[in-house]
């Protein structure tokens, strides 16, 4: 059998179906004919661990949401919908192999319209690595993968394969290569991706699209169906999805600024001499920057040395804790003494309250970056909080 051969017949047969689309007058439906076209063809050749849907994708942050996406590739297998309608889907990021965005026609303004939709798809890729149990108490510990994000259009619509690509590097100057998109394919006219300086090596996984490749187009012609075919099939065959962690939607992390935060600690109601202010507030950027260039300088230590350290002993029931081996950074500028340190009777009364001396052994513990830190809470002043909505309090 001639396989290319085979697939230009398929493409015709696509191409036949989108000419005679057009007689439809309504765009929306006529738009979701054509995303099922390409649905259709995808559903019955791609292997059985993938799944079609459409709708919008939530991240681990708060309030952070893609925009509608036509195409969803998603883990059939591991895989779940917060919410499912015939008609769309909303889907945790934990479980998404990638996009696809479907366009009748490519020009310019359609183009950017895709590009920014996979830019906020990238974005909602959780910090820190995958851990997988391999047995005899070892994990094999990995990189979380960046979901792909392609582009399927019927024809040029007045563009050509160069100009887009013109349009693609000048997206890319202002853009980070972690928000490029993996592929663009034109219905029998040519494919767009990227290639790499050292070995011309056509860099279609996420993990490969850097600021070294460059975009760059080829005229496969009847042939551009193929290889779009193959290279969404083999970019999601190279992806190892981490689980589906459920309990990240229940109590999502925080942007603040550049960071990504997580835990118990940096936000709440405002204290001053004992008493609640009545702000709701949470740690600024500026604060975490110094937390982070503070502990960036010193290093991480293992988790064992900082309870030690706050307690003088492992706590009971956490001596075989598999994270006391993990290498955390612990931000205590002050050098606070641990509680074993502070003596007999470490209580105090102040003003008919029990008050304790500052201690490691109160830190709070979050994730920054997808970083643990162990963060000591004393010497935090008003200047180092910012006014914000706090879920739950009012």
């Known amino acids: ?51 079609l849907g459409a709708g919008e994708i939530v991240g681990r942050v708060r309030n952070a949401t893609s925009r ?67 047995g005899s108490g070892y994990s094999l510990v990995q990189a979380r993968p960046r979901p792909f994000g392609m582009i399927f259009a019927y ?24 928000s490029w998109p993996n592929y663009v394919c034109i219905l029998e006219a040519g494919v767009i991706f990227h290639q790499g300086s050292a070995s011309l090596e056509h860099c279609i996984d996420s993990a490969k699209i850097t600021s070294e490749t460059w975009p760059m187009y080829i005229s496969y012609g009847e042939d551009s169906l193929f290889k779009f075919y193959s290279a969404l099939h083999d970019v999601g065959a190279r992806m190892q999805l981490g689980p589906v962690e459920l309990h990240h939607y229940y109590d999502p992390a925080v942007q603040i600024g550049k960071h990504v935060v997580y835990g118990k600690g940096f936000e709440g109601l405002l204290t001053k001499d004992g008493a609640t202010s009545g702000r709701s507030v949470r740690l600024k950027e500026s604060t975490i920057d110094r937390i982070v260039d503070w502990c960036s ?24 804790l598999f994270d006391l081996n993990l290498e955390i950074y612990l931000y205590d500028p002050d050098n606070l003494p641990g509680f074993h340190e502070l003596g007999a009777n470490p209580l105090t ?9 500052p201690t490691l052994a109160t830190a709070w513990t979050l994730d920054i970056n997808g970083q643990r830190y162990v963060i000591a809470g004393n010497g935090f002043t008003e200047d180092d909080w910012e006014d914000a909505h706090v879920p739950g309090i009012v």
């Open 1 to 51: 059998m001639d396989t290319r051969q085979l697939f230009q017949k398929i493409s015709e047969r696509m191409r036949a179906d989108f000419e005679a689309s057009a007689q439809i007058t309504h765009s929306v439906s006529k738009g979701t004919v054509r995303e099922n076209s390409l649905r259709k063809f995808l559903e019955v050749r791609l292997p059985a661990k993938y799944a």
């Open 68 to 134: 509608q996406c036509d195409l969803i590739v998603y883990d059939r297998q591991n895989g779940v919908t917060l919410l499912y309608d015939e008609d769309i889907q909303v889907f945790p990021i934990d479980c998404i192999y990638g996009i696809v965005e479907v366009k009748s026609s490519l020009s310019k303004t359609e183009f950017i319209d895709s590009l920014e939709k996979i830019k906020v798809l990238k974005g909602l890729t959780p910090g820190g690595p995958i851990s997988r149990p391999v």
């Open 155 to 178: 024809n040029l619509g007045g563009n050509s394969l160069e100009s887009l690509v013109e349009n693609l590097r000048e997206w890319e100057t202002n853009t980070s290569a972690e």
């Open 297 to 320: 300088a010193r290093g991480r230590i293992r988790y064992e040395e900082v309870l030690l350290k706050q307690f003088g002993h492992i706590p009971l029931g956490m001596e075989k």
């Open 349 to 357: 009364i102040v003003g008919n309250r029990p008050s304790m001396a």
